[in-house]
Structures are given as structure tokens and as C-alpha cells.
């Protein structure tokens, strides 16, 4: 059942799948690129505190040897001698100490918006299934895993067996070096080996994240059931949407129809197009469309104009273009003055001297 209902999850997530996996704690996750960032930190330090953790280090040790005959030999003199020690080599590597726990989280931030989440803490009896542990272990994922520890060993003995192999003879003799010039040549070694190291762990890394992206999408993916269940719920059912669709239209052409009477003219084409205008000389600048329709709407504007005695006027072009052009409420626009004004004009004239035009003009 579970094998079905994965091979029906064909549609890609949708933003708001994404959004709420990503709400869980649910994100692509690589360790490669945490370890990649870590490394990457760690050659840092050693290139830039490297000398000065030597020196210091090798100080340290000196000024202790220095010193050693001095040092009571019960457990408690023993104790006391390290202890200054210890605290100043702890002081010595705090700063890279620091560095590669904040590399550790950045690991993190980088792959994906940060969010606090709980969900993950919360205990669930899905974890401990059988079952969603198996998936954990699909072919594909041990495939990947066996894949980057294969890649992994096979680069560091790759680049062990390059940088260290020309060092053999150095090597050899390194026990007889002192101090200070056994941790120089070891922290050349050590910058070697991990750029080395850092450049096969990039590709790894790179190779990882894509693959976990595609895993990511893949496990969120949705049935056609699911997205249409989900439309539903974010734009409302189809059935529902139109009856308040025809209930929203059906109020608004009865308050178009109680703005009709107080309309100054009603534009017709004659009989598919009616477009009333409203223009209150001295108190509005432009005319407004308070009305307008066609067919049926259209007829039922006419009537209600006929019947409040507001003048209708006939002219085709005039009334599709401001049909299509100006919706309701909304002022004419610039292009139609011209032809706005002189039916407006035409009007005026009538009603100044007395008549009123039922039709055409």
C-alpha cells in the first residue's frame, strides 16, 4: 500500500508544502557541507594561527621543561605543575576553538533559511518505526553513502600518497629535528594535506547536495488528490467560488441599477451596450461610469433609466469603448473627453431647452 502510494506522488510540492516542511524542521540537509565548511575553517586557522599556535605552544612547553626539576613528584605537585599548563594552551586555542564551532553552525545556516523549530524535538511513534527507519536506508541512500566513503578514502590516501610521498626522506630524519622545527614542518605538512584534502571534499559535497535536494523534493512530492485537496483549501471550493461569484455580480448589478436614476445620461449601442455616466457640473471634474452592461444588464439599464427619466443617448463606438475600457465608479478616461463632452454638451442643451432624448440623437 505504501509502494502505491508513493509511485502516485507524481506532482512536484507545492510552495505551501514547502513552506510548512520547512516550518517542521523539514530541510535538505547535507553533512557534507558541514564537514566541507568545518575543514575549510580548520585550514584557516592553521594558515593564519598556525605559526602563532606553534609559537606559542612551543613556549609554553619550554618555559614547563624549564622547570619540570622543580616539580614535586607526589600526585598533587604533578597536578599543580600541569595546571597552569593546561590553561594557558586553553587560552592559546580559544580563537580557533571559537572559529570552528561557529563554522559548525554556519554549515547549517548556509543551506537553508534559518528557523527556529520544536517540531523536531517532539516525540513521535513515526521515528520509531520500523518501517520510515527502513526508508532511511532505501538503496538509493546507502548507494550515496557507500559512494562518499568510497570517494572520501580514496582522496585522502590519493593525497597522503602525493604530498607525503616526496616528504619520505624529511620524514625519516623528522625525529632528530627540535621542537620548534618538528611543528614547522609538521604544520606545512598539515596545510598540505588538508587543501588537498578540502578540494576532493568540495566535488563530495557538491555531488551530496545536489543529491539530498533531489531526495528532499522527491519525499515531498504530492498525489493530483493532494493538490487539488490543497487548492481547495487555499482558494476555496470551485462549486462554492461560483455561487459567491454569482451572488457577488448579482449585488453589484443592483447597486448599479440604483445608481442609474442618478445618472446624467445612459450611453447606448443601442441594444448590446449601456454605459450611464454621472457628472455633476462644478463639484466633479470628469464624468464616471456608474453603471454599465450588456444584453440583458443592458436592457434593464435602459429601463430603469426610462422609467427616472434619464436622458439615453445612441452612439455604438462610445459605448463599447468605455465598456471595455472603464470599469465601475471609475473616472473616463483621457482619450474619451472629447467624445464624453459632446454628449454631455448635447444633453444640456436639451434640458436647458426642455427636452429630453429618449432615443438616439
Known amino acids: 500500500m505504501a509502494e502505491e502510494d508513493e509511485s502516485q506522488k507524481t506532482e512536484e510540492p507545492t510552495p505551501k508544502r514547502l513552506k510548512e516542511a520547512e ?30 599556535v606553534s609559537r606559542s605552544v612551543t613556549n609554553i612547553l619550554y618555559v614547563h621543561m624549564s ?20 590553561n594557558s594552551v586553553f587560552l592559546v586555542m580559544l580563537v580557533p576553538f571559537g572559529i570552528l564551532v561557529f563554522a559548525a553552525f554556519a554549515g ?8 527556529l523549530t520544536f517540531e523536531k524535538l517532539k516525540p513521535s511513534l513515526k521515528k520509531m518505526s520500523p518501517v520510515s527507519n527502513a526508508k532511511k536506508w532505501a538503496p538509493a541512500r546507502l548507494g550515496m553513502e557507500f559512494f562518499k566513503i568510497s570517494a572520501k578514502l ?31 614542518f609538521m604544520h606545512s605538512m598539515a596545510v598540505k594535506l588538508l587543501f588537498g584534502v578540502l578540494i576532493v571534499m568540495a566535488i563530495v559535497a557538491a555531488i551530496d547536495f545536489s543529491f539530498q535536494s533531489y531526495q528532499h523534493q522527491k519525499k515531498l512530492r504530492m498525489t493530483k488528490q493532494e ?9 476555496g471550493d470551485p462549486k462554492v467560488k461560483g455561487r459567491l ?24 449601442n443601442p441594444t448590446h451596450y449601456a454605459v450611464a455616466l454621472e457628472y455633476k457640473h462644478g463639484t466633479m471634474d470628469v464624468p464616471k461610469v456608474v453603471a454599465k452592461g450588456v444584453d440583458a444588464v443592458a436592457l434593464k439599464i435602459r429601463e430603469v433609466a426610462t422609467e ?32 464624453v463632452a459632446g454628449v454631455i454638451s448635447y444633453v444640456m442643451k436639451l434640458k436647458r431647452a426642455g427636452f429630453a432624448p429618449a432615443k438616439g440623437r
Open 67 to 86: 622547570t619540570v626539576h622543580l616539580m614535586d613528584t607526589d600526585q598533587l605537585g604533578i597536578l599543580d605543575s600541569l595546571s597552569p599548563v593546561l
Open 154 to 184: 580514496i582522496a585522502v590516501a590519493a593525497v597522503i600518497f602525493i604530498i607525503v610521498f616526496p616528504e619520505r626522506d624529511r620524514l625519516d630524519t623528522a625525529m632528530l629535528l627540535s621542537l620548534f622545527d618538528l611543528l614547522s
Open 308 to 339: 427616472h427619466g434619464v436622458p439615453i443617448v445612441e452612439d455604438p463606438p462610445l459605448a463599447r469603448a468605455l465598456h471595455a475600457s472603464v470599469e465601475l465608479d471609475e473616472e473616463v478616461p483621457p482619450d474619451q473627453y472629447k467624445a
Open 108 to 115: 547549517n545556516m548556509m543551506q537553508h533559511k534559518t528557523s
Open 245 to 268: 461569484r454569482a451572488i457577488r455580480m448579482e449585488r453589484a448589478r443592483q447597486r448599479m441599477m440604483t445608481a442609474v436614476p442618478e445618472a446624467d445620461v445612459v450611453i447606448t
Open 227 to 235: 493538490v487539488k485537496d490543497e487548492h481547495k483549501q487555499t482558494d
Open 23 to 52: 516550518e517542521k524542521g523539514d530541510v535538505v540537509q547535507s553533512q557534507e557541507i558541514k564537514s566541507l565548511v568545518m575543514l575549510a575553517a580548520a585550514v584557516a586557522i592553521i594558515g593564519f594561527f598556525g605559526a602563532y
